[in-house]
């Protein structure tokens, strides 16, 4: 057996995990999180949403399908680190084009394994997530430890324009074209469009820097927000093109990040979650139709509305906004954490999870039916208001 060099996770309160590099040598910084999927390491590693985050898989064994050329959720690996127990030394999948960690030195990932990540997560879980370091090159605890501390926190970061497409494109629908979406790339994930496409809309995906003329030029008929990472707070240029689309009573739907853009656009604040809701086994109550879903989460900010956070239950009731009255339509039964908000007299609602989930799970999936549903609605109204 090869040995490996070895190398050390450092926390910022100073907990230490020994273990060996996997993937790049290095040393890298970010916010340790947790991820509680058995399956889609691949989509993990590649969904823009963990950006600058150093992503622990609390299921030990990773890397045993390997990677291939299907399954990214961009064009790269974004999470800043990775941590695994104990890595495939083989991936056999028939699908399989080459293997986990090669794909992460030839990317430039610095990862470490052979760590006790179910003691590290249940520190994650009990101190909440924090600024971590990884380093192959420097052994020193206590050196790396003052490095973590100089690293930027989440709080406060602004990073959509970090994540999002240069230039516009298009995926087109599948079969008869039957709407035009104009989606704000935040940190958009392939299967979003994919997910439209099969219901035939054909989404134009613009950069997180557009106007909402520029979207509208699309001839969009209704406007995604997307998912992303970040501090939602910072997100200004967003949340104003929003309330632009609220005015014009364009047909909104939006996702985690994009979640909480609306949110902040109605007028609710947000907040940072201790720990966030990471992984693909999160229960939601659906309070629109009373089901509970089991949804793929990756969040680290939640929105405020009146009566909610801190575990408290979120109220079933309509609040009064500057755009008409609003419902909190889904809630995590983990933690009364809002997960999604319905407006009551205008075309828009959001979920804070991931129903375009991909691997899974697809229980949330009819969202995206809704959210046909609902351009399909507005635009016969307008019809008939022409008429």
Not at 80 to 101: K, M
Not at 366 to 377: P, Q, S, T, V
Request: net charge negative.
């Amino acid at each position: 057996m090869v040995k490996r060099r070895p190398a050390i996770l450092v926390l910022e309160d100073g907990r230490t995990f020994p273990g060996e590099a996997y993937g790049s040598v290095g040393e890298t910084f970010g916010e340790a999180v947790f991820n509680t999927g058995m399956t889609g390491y691949q989509e993990t590693l590649t969904d823009p949403s963990y950006h600058r985050q150093v992503v622990v898989q609390t299921a030990p064994h990773i890397g045993n399908t390997g990677v291939n050329g299907e399954d990214d959720e961009s064009g790269r690996i974004w999470v800043a680190g990775y941590v695994v127990r104990d890595p495939a030394r083989i991936g056999s999948n028939w699908r399989a084009t080459g293997g986990l960690e090669d794909r992460l030195a030839t990317e430039g990932v610095v990862g470490i394994s052979g760590v006790d990540t179910r003691a590290l997560t249940r520190h994650l879980r009990e101190r909440g997530a924090m600024r971590v370091g990884i380093s192959s090159i420097d052994n020193d605890p206590q050196s790396l430890l003052a490095r973590v501390r100089q690293a930027p926190q989440m709080v406060g970061a602004d990073l959509s324009a970090e994540v999002s497409t240069a230039e516009p494109y298009v995926v087109e629908a599948l079969g008869e074209h039957r709407f035009t979406v104009a989606a704000l790339d935040l940190g958009i994930k392939r299967n979003v469009p994919r997910r439209l496409a099969t219901r035939g809309v054909t989404t134009h995906v613009l950069p997180a820097s557009s106007s909402i003329d520029q979207m509208l030029a699309t001839g969009a008929d209704a406007i995604f927000l997307s998912p992303g990472p970040g501090d939602p707070a910072t997100a200004d240029a967003p949340v104003a093109l929003a309330r632009d689309a609220l005015r014009r009573e364009v047909p909104l739907f939006g996702i985690c990040f994009g979640s909480q853009i609306l949110g902040r656009a109605l007028g609710f604040g947000t907040y940072k979650l201790g720990y966030g809701h990471r992984g693909i086994n999160q229960p939601v109550l659906d309070r629109v139709t009373g089901k509970v879903e089991v949804t793929s989460h990756n969040h680290g900010f939640a929105v405020q509305v009146p009566g909610s956070g801190n575990g408290a239950v979120v109220p079933d009731q309509v609040i009064d906004t500057d755009f008409g009255g609003v419902r909190v339509s889904h809630v995590c039964l983990n933690d009364n954490v809002v997960e999604g908000l319905r407006a009551v007299d205008l075309p828009a609602f959001t979920v804070q999870y991931h129903p375009e989930a991909a691997a899974g799970p697809h229980d949330a999936d009819y969202l995206f039916d809704r959210f046909a549903d609902l351009i399909e609605g507005r635009t016969h109204s307008k019809g008939r208001s022409n008429a």
